[in-house]
Nanobody
Framework: QVQLVESGGGLVQPGGSLRLSCAAA????????MGWYRQAPGKQRELVAQ???????SYADAVKGRFTISRDNAKNTVYLQMNSLKPEDTAEYYC???????????????WGQGTQVTVSS
């Protein structure tokens, strides 16, 4: 059974930094992409950042220049370095992975349980 283990959330002051980590554990053949989504109460879940197995990255316009996504393929782990945090970054952050169990199987989407990021004075 695949499990996405998230860590790194917490309370930080505006202008501060946090680093989120997400490790995929279980029977996995390949991971085509991993990334982070976020959702604030009453708002839609939105893509924050994503990185593919080929190393291509994408970011939401709101976080470009402030957030950096990276990965360690050997550990099936993705990181999100968040700098210059703003109150509007406050949300529940969800790790996401698109992965296949075998070379013959299709890819499936998996989600972490979420980690809270609160940016406040």
């Amino acid at each position: 059974q695949v499990q996405l283990v998230e860590s790194g959330g917490g309370l930080v002051q505006p202008g501060g930094s946090l680093r989120l980590s997400c490790a995929a554990a279980g029977s996995i053949f390949s991971i085509s992409a991993m990334g982070w989504y976020r959702q604030a109460p009453g708002k839609q879940r939105e893509l924050v950042a994503q990185i593919t197995d080929g190393g291509s990255t994408s970011y939401a316009d709101a976080v470009k220049g402030r957030f950096t996504i990276s990965r360690d393929n050997a550990k099936n782990t993705v990181y999100l370095q968040m700098n210059s945090l703003k109150p509007e970054d406050t949300a529940e952050y969800y790790c996401h992975a698109n992965l296949a169990y075998t070379s013959r199987s299709p890819s499936y989407n998996f989600w972490g349980q979420g980690t809270q990021v609160t940016v406040s004075s």
